[in-house]
């Protein structure tokens, strides 16, 4: 909204120029999304509380402390999380960029959907919300609008193309089958981002992670002269997306402040659903789909977890871990849930790199 107000006065006001600026823009955001998490964080922290009477169910099946230590702390924080994003990118976006409303589509879709889910869960005082299968379908459906929409978007050339990482020339036809392939990239992010959510901290410092090398990776490709230099596949208006990503780290920040163990608050799938879809939508417009399983791993390892604990109990009965996903086998060994949390982050920066380092191998 910003920088369309001022655009007439850009050359004659030297602080109205800045904001033609894509970096300028991006700070800016993050900026913006970081103060209303902290000025509201509060206030909306004690409106959640104040009607879920006991806060976030939790599931009698887990780690024992948790009935003890996380009892009575409200979820649904990604309200705050949504909020602080969706205001940093309508003040500083561009919003004549189509790519912006697709994932700004595809995150809130995910979030409404996650926000239904926390509230029939506070609710009805049970860890069950929506149906495994609505739940899905839904995901599906914006997930495939969000899809055609943002490929719809992307140059001709590219449209139905799988880029992949490292060998530059490489692009794998995928046809009107590449839809539903990104269909699946944004709903298996989703998905995964919600898995990895079971502790104070553990999901949204790598989803800030994330973000800050996908807004990387989008300025480069959206900027012509960055993206024929690193040899990459150019998408015009994706370097919009940068001030998304930085709206999002920024609200991720301000949301830490409360989550920070111990939690006055978790995001819940309000939260989780939406960081998670707007990871993986973001990664479709910007053409790094194969670089968000890297960025990404440790929600990849996560819901690996869940699928491989699963399939080995339904067929033999015995379990591969002691707890899935992932970090509630550790705390099952007897590891703090810092320890996890910290081990966790450092592992999702390592692979942040080796996911930076792409761009420059060829």
């Not at 969706?86 to 561009?94: E, I, M, Q, S």
């Not at 490489?170 to 699946?184: E, K, Y």
């Not at 015995?318 to 949390?341: D, N, Q």
Request: proline residues 4%; aromatic residues 10%.
């Amino acid at each position: 909204m910003i920088p369309l107000l001022v655009q007439p006065w850009a050359s004659e006001f030297i602080l109205f120029n800045l904001v033609r600026y894509t970096t300028f823009r991006a700070g800016a955001a993050c900026m913006t999304a970081l103060l209303i998490c902290l000025v509201f964080g509060r206030p909306i922290i004690e409106w959640l509380r104040g009607f879920q009477k006991g806060g976030q169910p939790i599931r009698d099946d887990g780690p024992e402390r948790h009935l003890v230590e996380k009892k009575g702390t409200p979820t649904m924080g990604g309200v705050m999380i949504l909020g602080a994003l969706v205001a940093g990118v309508l003040l500083w976006a561009d919003l004549r960029s189509g790519l912006v409303w697709a994932v700004l589509f595809v995150t809130v879709g995910y979030g409404a959907l996650g926000f239904v889910d926390d509230w029939l869960k506070v609710t009805r005082r049970n860890t069950r919300g929506v149906s495994g299968r609505k739940k899905l379908a839904v995901q599906a459906a914006v997930g495939l609008a969000g899809a055609v929409w943002i490929v719809m978007l992307l140059p001709a050339d590219l449209r139905f193309q799988l880029a992949v990482p490292v060998f530059k020339e490489v692009l794998i036809p995928l046809s009107v089958l590449f839809p539903l392939f990104a269909m699946f990239v944004i709903m298996g992010s989703s998905n995964a981002v919600n898995l990895t959510d079971g502790l104070d901290g553990l999901a949204i410092v790598p989803v800030m992670i994330a973000a800050g090398v996908f807004a990387l990776i989008a300025y480069l490709v959206g900027n012509r002269i960055f993206a024929d230099y690193l040899q990459l596949h150019g998408v015009p208006g994706a370097g919009e997306l940068a001030v998304l990503c930085s709206a999002l780290i920024g609200a991720g920040l301000g949301f830490l402040w409360f989550n920070a163990p111990p939690a006055a608050v978790f995001m819940g799938d309000t939260g989780s659903l939406a960081l998670g879809g707007a990871l993986g939508a973001i990664a479709v417009a910007t053409k790094h789909e194969i670089v968000l399983a890297i960025v990404g791993g440790l929600f990849v390892v996560e819901t690996l977890s869940v699928m491989i604990q699963v399939f080995w109990y339904k067929r033999t009965g015995r379990r591969v871990f002691l707890m899935a996903p992932l970090h509630h086998h550790f705390e099952k060994k007897g590891w703090s849930e810092p320890t996890i949390v910290i081990r966790f982050w450092i592992i999702a920066m390592i692979l942040a790199l080796i996911g930076l380092s792409t761009l420059k191998i060829r």
